[in-house]
C-alpha cells in the first residue's frame, strides 16, 4: 500500500521548546488513519506542518513516495491535503458559496457552484448554497468546513477534533461521512482525545506524548484502559464515588423562564433542587440552555419568570453576583480567561478578588497588599497551583490545568454552601482533569450542594449522585445515578 | 423663498461629496477590520496637498490627485502602526491625526500657504462639478469591488474572521495594507475637495471635524456604500442649510447655527444605536490583530 | 530515533525547506522589566533625535538647540518658574485623561470639559457668586461641576448603548468651542476693551500666588491631586477594582465587581479633573477666560497619560517634560522664528515611536526558515 502521505522523523521546536521530537507518520488513501494524544502531545502542530502552515525543523515530507515541500496553506490544498480545523475557519457573514469561493481561489463562481452541490449530495449534505454560514447549525457548518476542502480537490483529509462540539448522534453520524471519504478513496486522518472514535472507527492509531510517537497498533489489538494508559503514561482510572451524607435542600429553583439571545433556546420552566452533600449533574447537547441556566445560577442574568431560592437566605432570583457570592455561592465558569480569571493582572491578585470585595484587606481606601499576598501564597501551596514562579507574574501565563487551579482556589477558599462547576475540565488533560474533580468531591463531601453544567457526559455520570438533563432549554428528564447512559443520551435529544 | 430653496439647493452636492467620498474610503478600510479613526488626519493632509499644489500652479484635477497621494501617505504611516506593528487602533488613529495637524500645519506656515486664496474647480454642468458627478460613480465602484471581486471577497473576509482569511491562504497584512491604502486614496480626495473646490484657502482647521463627522456617518450607514451616500447628503444638506439661514436673515446666533453639524452627528448616532443594538453589520474582527497562534 | 541524514549534493530537491527567511510574529509570553525599560528608552532616544532632525530641518542647529534648552530650563530662577507654572495644569490634563484611560474610556474630550470648566468658574466669577472668602472654592466646585456635565453625556452613550466615546468626546469639543465663542463675542465679552474675553477676575479671584516667582497654588494643588491618585491606583481597594476591571471587564462583573458603578465614577472624576484643568488656566494663569486657552492641551493630555503610562507620579514627570518642551518652543518661535506646530510635531512623533515600541514589547520576531 503507498502512502498518500509520509512524514518522515520530522522534529519542530517552539522557542526551546520541542514540541516534536523526530515523529514519523504516514497516511493511505482508502484508509482512516486516528491520532490520540493529550493537550500538548503535538498532535496539532504535526498537522499544522502536514498542511504547511508550518515548516518542519528536521525530517522530510513525501506523497506518494515523492519528497514534497509544502509551502503554505495554499500549496497544501494545491497538493490535495485539506485540514478541517477544531474551531471552524468560517466567515460567519458569508454565504455558504463564498466561505467556499474564499477557499478556493481564481476558479469561476459557476463552476465551484456546480461542484460542490454534487459533492454535497455525495456527502449526503444537503445545503443551500445562498445560506448565511452563521445561521447554520454547528453540525452543518462542520459539514461545510468538509465539503470547503473537498471543493479544492483534497485527497488527504485531516480532521481536527471533529466530534467535540457534536451531539452524540451527530458524531455518529459524521464517523459514517468519515468512513464513505475513506471508501471513496481519500485518506482521512483523525485526530482526536475520544478513544472509542479511534477504537471503532479508525484502521489504524497511532499515539502520541509529549512531542513523541509513544506507539502505532490496529484497533483490534487495543482497549481502552490500554490505550489510556499509553496516552496518559500512567494509570489514571476514575471511579463514582456516592455521596457519603445527603442534607437538606440548599438551592431551589422553580419553574425559571429566560428568553434565549440571538436566536437561542433560552430557559422553559426549569425546576430542580440541589441539597447539601451532592452533585447535581447537568447533562446535554451544548447549546440548550447551558450558558443562560449557568448565567442565571452567577446572577448575571435575569430570569423572565420563576424563582430561585437559597436556603438559609431566602429568595435571590434578582440578587447579582455581589450578593450571591456574599451568600455562599462559588462559581467555576466555563471560559475560564474570559470569565474567571483576568489575565492581565497578577496571579496573587487574582486570588485576592474574593477577599477584597468581603473588605477582607481593609476598607475602599486601603488595600492590605501584603496580607493579600501572603493569603495567595497560602492557597497556592494548598492547592498545588503550578507554574508560579512569583506571585507578581500575570495569571495569563498559567497553563489551563493550573489556570482552573487557581479559580477553583479563589472560589473554595471560603467554604461557600453552593458550587457551580460549568464544564470544570474542558481543555484539560486526564491528570488536571482528575485534581478538578476531587476538589468538587471534597467539596461535595464537606456538604456543599455542588451543580456541575457539563457537555461531556462521561464527566457527569463520573461525578453526579443525580442527574438532570436539559434539552431544548427545558430539564426533560432526571435519573439518578448509577444511570444508564443509554437513556440519558435519549433524553438529550427529546423535545426538539 | 424659492431663491433661498435654489441657492440652498444647488449648494448641497458640493457639501455632501466630501463626506461621501470619505465614508467610501473609511467603509474600505473598516470592511478589512481596520478601525480607522485616522480619518481627520488624512483629509488635513489631502487638503493641505490640494492646496500646494494648486498655489504653483498645478490645474485643479492634479491637485486633486495630489490629494490622493498625500492621503496615501499618510495612510502608510497608518497602515504601518495598525497592520504591520499591530499598535492599538485607537492610539494609533490618534496620534496619526495629532501628527498630521502639526504636519500640515507646519508645512503651510513654513510655506506660507495659509490664507492664500486659490482659484478652485469650476463646475461643469448644473452648477456642479467633475467631482460631484463623480462621486456616485466612486460609490458604484465600491460596491462593485466589495461584492463583485475576488478582492472584495478577499478584503471582508479579512474584517470578519482573519484566521479562516489566514486558514484559506490570505496573506491578512497585505490585505489590509491594500484596504487602507486604498481608503486613505479616497479620504485623502476628500479632503483635497474641500480646499480645492469648496473652501479654496487654507487655514489650519480647514477640516473641522468633518473626518469625525464621516467616521459617525459609516457607523450610521451599518458599513455600506449606499446607505453613507444617503446619510452624505442629509449632512450636505444641514452644512449648506447654514449659510443659507444667516444670509436670510434669520435671528439664529451664529455659534450655536455652527454647532449643529457636531449635534446632528451625535443625534445620528445615538439614533443608529438605540435601534441596532445588534451589531451584524459591524465588522466582526474591526479593531482586532490578527497573530496566528504558534503553540505546541 | 535516527535523523536522515543525507550525502552533500544529494539530488533531493527539498531535504529542508530551507526556502526563505520569513519573520514570524510570537506573542511574548512575558517581559523582563529590564527589556521593558531599554525598549521604552530606546524609543524615547528615537523620538528625540527625529524631533532634532526636525529642528535641524527647520533652522536650529542641534549646539543652538541645547543652548537653548538650558536656557529654558535652568539659566535663571524665573526660567524654572516658568517652566513650572506651565507643569500645572498640564499635570491636572495628563490626570483627566489616565482617570479615564485606566477604566478603559477614550476620553479624548478634554477641550471641551476644560472649556466648560472655564465657562462655568467664569459664571461664578462674573456674576459674583457667594462671598469673596468662599469664590475661589465656588469657581473650582463649577469648574468641576461643567467637566462632569460636558463627559456626562459620552459616557451615559457609552455604557448604556455602547457609542463609540472618541467621536462623541470628541465632537463635543467642537460644540464646547462654538458655545465658548458665543460667549466672549456676546453676552461675555470684555467691556472694558470689547475684546473677545472676558472681563479681568478680581485679585481674589486668581489662585494665589505661592510668593517664589510667579508661581501660583496651582502647582502644589495638582501635586496633591496627583498623589491623591497616586493613593487610590496603588494602595487602595477601588484602585484595586477599577485595574481588575480594566483587565476583564466581564469577569470583574461576574464575580460581583461593581463594574458599572466605577466605570461612571472614573468618567465623571475624568470630566471633573478636565473641568478643573480649564479652571487652573483660566484661575491660575491668565486671570480671564480667553477664546484659545485650551489649546493644545487635549493633545498634551492624552500623550502626558500615554507616556506616564496612566501613573500619577509618571503624569508628574512627562508633564514637567512637556512644559519645557513648551517653553522652548516658545523661545524657538521667537528666537529662530521656528512654527508654533513644531511643539506639536515633537509631541506627534514622540507618541508614535512610544506606541510602537509596544510593538516591541508585545511581540518577538522570530526569523525562521518557514514556507
Request: contains cysteine.
Amino acid at each position: 500500500m503507498t502512502n498518500a502521505l509520509r512524514l518522515n522523523s520530522v522534529s519542530k521546536s517552539f522557542g526551546g521548546f520541542k514540541a516534536l521530537d523526530a515523529v514519523d507518520f504516514s497516511v493511505a488513501a482508502g484508509e482512516v488513519h486516528a491520532l490520540l494524544g493529550e493537550n500538548g502531545a503535538g498532535k496539532s502542530t504535526l498537522m499544522n506542518i502536514a498542511c504547511g502552515l508550518y515548516a518542519p525543523d528536521d525530517g522530510q515530507i513525501e506523497m506518494g513516495g515523492q519528497p514534497v515541500t509544502i509551502a503554505g496553506a495554499r500549496d497544501a490544498a494545491a497538493k490535495g491535503i485539506g485540514m478541517v480545523h477544531q474551531h471552524f475557519k468560517l466567515v460567519p457573514a458569508f454565504t455558504v458559496l463564498e466561505n467556499i469561493l474564499l477557499f478556493n481561489p481564481g476558479r469561476p463562481a459557476e463552476q465551484v457552484a456546480q461542484q460542490a452541490l454534487t459533492l454535497a449530495q455525495k456527502i449526503g449534505f444537503d445545503i443551500d448554497l445562498g445560506t448565511p454560514a452563521g445561521a447554520l447549525g454547528i453540525s452543518e457548518q462542520q459539514r461545510l468546513e468538509i465539503l470547503k476542502v473537498l471543493v479544492a480537490g483534497a485527497r488527504i483529509v485531516i480532521l481536527d477534533e471533529p466530534t467535540a462540539v457534536l451531539s452524540e448522534e451527530d458524531g455518529q453520524a459524521l464517523m459514517q461521512l468519515v468512513r464513505g471519504l475513506a471508501d471513496t478513496g481519500s485518506a482521512v486522518i483523525l485526530v482526536t482525545h475520544k478513544l472509542h472514535e479511534a477504537l471503532y472507527h479508525s484502521d489504524r492509531i497511532t499515539v502520541m506524548r509529549q512531542g513523541r510517537k509513544i506507539a502505532e497498533a490496529r484497533p483490534g489489538d487495543m482497549d481502552p484502559a490500554r490505550l489510556t494508559e499509553l496516552i496518559v503514561g500512567e494509570h489514571i482510572v476514575e471511579e463514582p464515588e456516592p455521596s457519603p451524607h445527603v442534607g437538606g435542600t440548599r438551592i431551589r429553583l422553580d419553574k425559571v423562564r429566560m428568553r434565549g439571545d440571538r436566536g437561542r433556546k433560552g430557559l422553559v420552566d426549569v425546576s430542580f433542587e440541589v441539597k447539601d452533600g451532592e452533585i447535581y449533574g447537568i447533562a446535554g447537547v451544548s447549546g440548550n440552555g447551558q450558558t443562560e441556566l449557568a448565567e442565571i445560577l452567577m446572577g448575571l442574568g435575569r430570569p423572565d419568570a420563576g424563582t430561585i431560592e437559597i436556603a438559609g437566605h431566602g429568595d435571590v432570583t434578582h440578587a447579582g453576583p455581589a450578593h450571591r457570592r456574599r451568600n455562599g455561592l462559588a462559581c467555576i465558569p466555563v471560559d475560564r480567561y474570559r470569565h474567571g480569571l483576568a489575565g492581565g493582572i497578577t496571579v496573587a491578585d487574582n486570588y485576592a478578588i474574593n477577599g477584597a470585595l468581603a473588605g477582607r484587606y481593609g476598607n475602599w481606601l486601603w488595600f492590605n497588599r501584603r496580607r493579600a499576598r501572603s493569603e495567595a501564597r497560602d492557597a497556592i501551596r494548598t492547592f498545588d497551583v503550578q507554574g508560579v514562579r512569583n506571585l507578581g507574574q500575570k495569571a495569563a501565563l498559567l497553563s489551563g490545568g493550573n489556570a482552573q487551579k487557581l479559580v477553583i482556589a479563589r472560589e473554595f477558599e471560603g467554604q461557600p454552601d453552593v458550587v457551580l462547576a460549568h464544564s470544570p475540565s474542558r481543555g484539560l488533560d486526564v491528570r488536571a482533569g482528575a485534581a478538578v474533580h476531587d476538589r468538587l468531591r471534597a467539596a461535595r463531601d464537606r456538604g456543599a450542594a455542588v451543580i456541575l453544567i457539563s457537555e461531556d457526559l462521561d464527566e457527569v455520570m463520573l461525578l453526579s449522585d443525580r442527574i438532570g438533563v436539559l434539552a431544548g432549554g427545558r430539564l426533560s428528564a432526571e435519573f439518578k445515578a448509577p444511570a444508564n447512559r443509554p437513556e440519558i443520551g435519549a433524553a438529550m435529544v427529546s423535545h426538539e | 423663498m424659492s431663491d433661498f430653496l435654489v441657492n440652498w439647493l444647488i449648494n448641497i452636492p458640493s457639501f455632501a461629496a466630501p463626506f461621501a467620498i470619505a465614508a467610501l474610503g473609511l467603509i474600505i478600510t473598516e470592511r478589512a477590520g481596520v478601525l480607522n479613526l485616522a480619518a481627520e488626519g488624512l483629509m488635513l493632509a489631502g487638503a493641505l496637498a490640494g492646496v500646494g499644489l494648486m498655489i504653483n500652479g498645478a490645474p485643479p484635477m492634479v491637485a486633486l490627485g495630489g490629494a490622493a497621494m498625500a492621503g496615501m501617505a499618510m495612510g502608510l504611516v497608518f497602515a504601518i502602526m495598525t497592520a504591520g506593528l499591530r499598535i492599538n487602533h485607537v492610539i494609533s488613529g490618534l496620534a496619526l491625526v495629532f501628527f498630521a495637524e502639526a504636519l500640515t500645519s507646519y508645512i503651510a506656515s513654513a510655506e506660507r500657504w495659509t490664507n492664500k486664496a486659490i482659484q478652485g474647480l469650476e463646475p461643469v454642468f448644473l452648477g456642479q462639478d467633475v467631482i460631484v458627478y463623480a462621486t456616485p460613480v466612486l460609490c458604484l465602484l465600491t460596491v462593485w469591488m466589495l461584492n463583485r471581486t475576488r478582492f472584495g471577497l478577499t478584503l471582508r473576509a479579512v474584517g470578519e474572521n482573519p484566521g479562516a482569511a489566514d486558514a484559506a491562504g490570505i496573506d491578512v497584512t497585505a490585505t489590509r495594507f491594500a484596504a487602507i491604502l486604498i481608503g486613505a486614496a479616497l479620504i485623502g480626495l476628500a479632503g483635497g475637495y474641500l480646499t480645492v473646490a469648496v473652501s479654496r484657502i487654507w487655514v489650519d482647521s480647514v477640516i473641522g471635524g468633518r473626518g469625525w463627522i464621516a467616521i459617525a456617518l459609516v457607523i450610521f450607514a451599518r458599513w455600506h456604500p449606499w446607505r453613507a451616500l444617503f446619510g452624505a447628503v442629509l449632512f450636505g444638506c444641514i452644512e449648506a442649510l447654514i449659510p443659507r439661514i444667516a444670509a436670510a436673515g434669520v435671528d439664529v446666533p451664529r455659534y450655536f447655527l455652527q454647532m449643529t453639524p457636531y449635534l446632528a452627528t451625535l443625534a445620528v448616532m445615538i439614533w443608529a444605536a438605540a435601534r441596532g443594538k445588534d451589531r451584524w453589520s459591524q465588522p466582526a474582527a474591526l479593531g482586532h490583530h490578527h497573530i496566528r497562534e504558534e503553540r505546541g | 530515533m535516527t535523523q536522515t541524514i543525507l550525502p552533500p549534493g544529494a539530488a533531493n530537491p527539498a531535504p529542508r525547506n530551507r526556502l526563505r527567511l520569513v519573520p514570524i510574529l510570537e506573542p511574548r509570553q512575558s517581559v523582563p522589566d529590564r527589556l521593558r525599560l531599554t525598549i521604552y528608552v530606546a524609543s524615547l532616544l528615537l523620538a528625540t533625535l527625529i524631533s532634532v532632525a526636525l529642528l535641524a530641518g527647520a533652522g536650529v542647529p542641534p549646539g543652538d538647540l541645547a543652548k537653548e534648552i538650558a536656557t529654558t530650563v535652568f539659566s535663571s530662577p524665573r526660567a524654572l518658574g516658568s517652566v513650572l507654572a506651565l507643569t500645572a495644569p498640564l499635570v491636572v490634563a495628563g490626570l483627566a485623561t489616565a482617570i479615564a484611560f485606566r477604566a478603559n474610556f477614550w476620553n479624548i474630550g478634554l477641550e471641551g470639559q476644560m472649556i466648560l470648566g472655564a465657562v462655568l468658574s467664569s459664571y461664578v466669577a462674573i456674576h459674583d457668586i457667594g462671598p469673596e472668602f468662599a469664590r475661589l472654592p465656588l469657581m473650582a466646585a463649577a469648574a468641576a461641576l461643567g467637566g462632569m456635565i460636558w463627559i456626562a453625556c459620552p459616557g451615559w452613550l457609552k455604557l448604556k448603548l455602547g457609542v463609540n466615546e472618541v467621536i462623541t468626546t470628541l465632537l463635543l469639543n467642537y460644540v464646547a468651542f462654538n458655545l465658548l465663542l458665543h460667549l466672549l463675542y456676546g453676552p461675555w465679552k470684555d467691556p472694558v476693551s470689547s475684546f473677545p474675553y472676558t472681563e479681568q477676575y478680581e485679585a481674589f479671584e486668581k489662585l494665589p500666588l505661592l510668593g517664589w516667582m510667579t508661581l501660583t497654588w496651582a502647582l502644589p494643588l495638582a501635586g496633591i491631586l496627583a498623589l491623591a491618585l497616586w493613593w487610590v491606583y496603588s494602595f487602595s481597594r477601588l484602585g484595586f477594582l477599577i485595574d481588575l476591571m480594566r483587565s476583564n471587564a466581564t469577569m470583574a462583573r461576574a464575580v460581583g465587581v461593581p463594574v458599572l458603578g466605577l466605570s461612571v465614577a472614573s468618567i465623571l472624576a475624568s470630566g471633573a479633573v478636565g473641568g478643573l484643568t480649564g479652571f487652573a488656566i483660566s484661575s491660575g494663569i491668565e486671570g480671564r477666560m480667553t477664546q484659545d486657552f485650551f489649546v493644545g492641551y487635549l493633545f498634551s493630555g492624552v500623550l502626558i497619560a500615554f507616556l506616564g503610562r496612566n501613573h500619577p507620579l509618571g503624569v508628574i514627570v512627562v508633564a514637567f517634560f512637556m512644559a519645557v518642551l513648551m517653553q522652548l518652543g516658545q523661545s524657538l518661535q521667537v528666537f529662530f522664528g521656528v512654527p508654533s506646530a513644531l511643539v506639536q510635531l515633537v509631541q506627534a512623533v514622540f507618541i508614535i515611536c512610544v506606541a510602537a515600541s509596544e510593538f516591541f514589547l508585545t511581540y518577538r520576531m522570530n526569523w525562521r526558515s518557514a514556507a
